[in-house]
Every structure is written in C-alpha cells, then in structure tokens.
C-alpha cells in the first residue's frame, strides 16, 4: 500500500491509501480516518459506501463525519465506488461504469472482469484494513443512495459480519428503478433472477440474521419518488418481520447537506452497536 495523503483531524489522521486489488485486477484508493484512540488501543470500523460519480474523497470532504468518530473512537473506511484505470470498462454518463460500480459482482461482458465491488468491499478491503491498521473485528456498513443500496446488500448477504447497518437515502429496490435496471443488465445480464441477490427490497424477504436498519430519507428528496422508492423496501421488511427503521426527513434532499445533519446520529447508532 501507499500513503497518499495525511492530514490531521480531530485529534486523528485522515488517510488515503492506494493499493493493488486482487478482486478487481486494478489499483484501487480508500481512505481511512483514524480516531485519536486508534494510538493507544484498537477500534471498531465503520465501514461508508459512497453513491453515483463519488470517490473516497466525497464522503471525507463534506459529511463531518470525522469529529464524531473521533468523540466515539470509531474508524471510518471509504472505499472509491468502482475500479478505476484505462483497461478499466467504462460508459458515457454518470450511472454506468467507473464511478457506479452498484456493488455488486458482474456477470456480463465487459464488466466481469474488473467489477466485483461487492467481493471486494465485503471481503478483500476489510481483510487488508484489519491485517494493516489498528482495528478490531467489530464492524458495521453505511452509505448514500447506490452505496445506501450497496450498504444494505452486503450486510443482509453476510449475517454475523457486521453490528449493525444503516443507509442514507438508499437504492431501496433496485430491480424495479431506472438506475438499477440500467446497471443489473449491463453488469448481470437480462435473468431478473440474478438480480435479486443485489436487491435490497428481495433480501430482506428470506434473511436469516434480522440486524435492524436505520434509514433515513429526505422528503425533499428529487430522486425519491422515481429512483429511491423506500417505501417498497419498508413493505418487504414489514411483510417478513423485518427490523426496518425508516425516518422521513422533512425539508431534505438527496445531498451531502443532507448526510451531514444526520451523520452524528447515525455514528452514535453504530457506536452503540459496536460497543456491544
């Protein structure tokens, strides 16, 4: 790995590493903050998931996130949202190819080769974090809109693997939404079967660990109704007795203004999560 950047933060250090994955065939970047606590003993991470056209620099830029992680003495690992380079398959606009990678592992030509985010945010990376940085095993998953959906995916697809999980303004249904079809086709083909796996509103039917979720969704919210639709998450939850904590956001959009006036709760969330 190299250190490519380092800045001071609330009594911790902002990091951004990049490194050579394995799952993706690419060099990839993450960035990590360290609490101050980190120097004296090891710390739970929580693990956040950016959206569409976002790198790891979005989330650490503009959420705020690192005053309250530092007052919690929790990492937080920020993965890019896709593989990234020249060989690297890509399409023209910004919800398909780098920088939309939807977390998942793709099945069809020419995205097989490099995009198996999903591989590499719930295996690879926190397996290099925790041989590499002073962590323990306690983790938990977050993120926004596509990596919100993403966020929910790999927690309900790996039961025992994180405290808890929560989502800002999340893909909810993919399968049933224009940003998802347009990538669930390209990346897994035409059988809507496949795309079930990577469908937040389908695992929650038949999940075997109910780790409760948190979301949190602005009502102001311009991609609500069309590309988001929570509501289809929530009626699956309820059907199967599923704990879902839905929170609607009076007067919020879909934007970063948005995450960081709710960011020190949703830290607070996780924190209590991984004190356990």
């Known amino acids: 790995m190299e250190r490519i950047e380092h800045r001071a933060s609330f009594g911790g250090w902002q990091d951004v590493y990049r490194h050579r994955s394995a799952v ?4 990839m970047t993450f960035a990590i903050y360290l609490p101050p606590q980190a120097q004296e003993s090891r710390v739970p991470v929580l693990y956040w998931l950016s959206g569409l056209s976002c790198t790891e620099q979005n989330f650490i830029t503009k959420a705020g996130a690192q005053r309250y992680a530092a007052e919690h003495g929790i990492a ?9 380079g020249d060989d690297v398959a890509d399409a023209d606009g910004y919800d398909l190819g780098q920088g939309a990678g939807f977390y998942v592992n793709a ?10 985010m999903f591989d ?3 295996d690879e990376l926190p397996a290099l974090i925790e041989a590499h940085f002073p962590v323990t095993a306690a983790r938990a998953i977050s993120g926004h809109s596509m990596g919100g959906h993403g966020a929910l995916v790999v927690a309900l697809s790996k039961p025992g693997r994180y405290r808890s999980v929560s989502a800002f303004s999340p893909i909810a249904a993919p399968a049933r939404v224009p940003w ?3 990538a669930f086709s390209a990346y897994l083909g035409d059988d809507r079967e496949a795309w079930k796996r990577f469908d937040a509103s389908e695992l929650v039917q ?4 109910k780790l409760p979720i948190l979301v949190d969704q602005g009502q102001a919210d311009e991609f609500l109704d069309v590309q988001l639709k929570p509501w289809l998450l929530k009626e699956a939850a309820d059907a199967a007795g599923y704990p879902l904590y839905l929170r609607l956001q009076p007067g919020y959009d879909h934007s970063y203004y948005f995450v960081a006036s709710f960011i020190g709760e949703h830290i607070a969330h996780h924190a209590a999560a991984l004190r356990t």
């Open 107 to 116: 099945t069809q030509a020419p995205w097989a080769t490099h995009y198996r």
């Open 120 to 122: 590499y945010v719930a």
């Open 76 to 84: 937080i690992v920020c993965p890019d949202t896709s593989p990234r």
């Open 24 to 27: 993706l065939g690419c060099d």
């Open 206 to 209: 038949s999940a075997s660990e």
């Open 180 to 182: 998802g079809e347009k």
